[in-house]
């Protein structure tokens, strides 16, 4: 079962990478629509601040799960429940944004959701 859970994470790595540069992104439109003067320096300033946040909350999250040993773990299950209460813990310990668990949440269900069913991840 341990073969199941380093291809549970590494799937789950990517979805974290993916993520992080989706709000990458959302960053650079919003630097655009600062620039462009369509938005406020306050609203640029906290919106930036609150992305930078979430950013550094998944980068977080990635480096924790590169120091999983997955031979600790039964099945993929038991791993999926361990990562939603260490990243409930980072996000507490950390206080970083609650949408943050709540996306790890999604992307870990999504991850289970593929295995267990072999749809596609963009099916999920």
Known sequence: MPSNNRHFLRLLQVEIL?????IQA???VQKKHFEAQTESRHVFMA???LLNREIDSL????KMIDEIDTSVYKDTASLAEALLLRSRE??????DPEVV???LKRKIDKVLQYLATGKGMSDC
Request: aromatic share 8%; no cysteine; net charge negative.
């Open 18 to 22: 993916d993520l992080i540069e989706d």
């Open 26 to 28: 959302v960053e650079l």
């Open 47 to 49: 919106n930036d601040a």
């Open 59 to 62: 980068h977080n999250f990635s």
């Open 90 to 95: 980072i996000v507490r310990r950390h206080e």
């Open 101 to 103: 668990f709540v996306i």
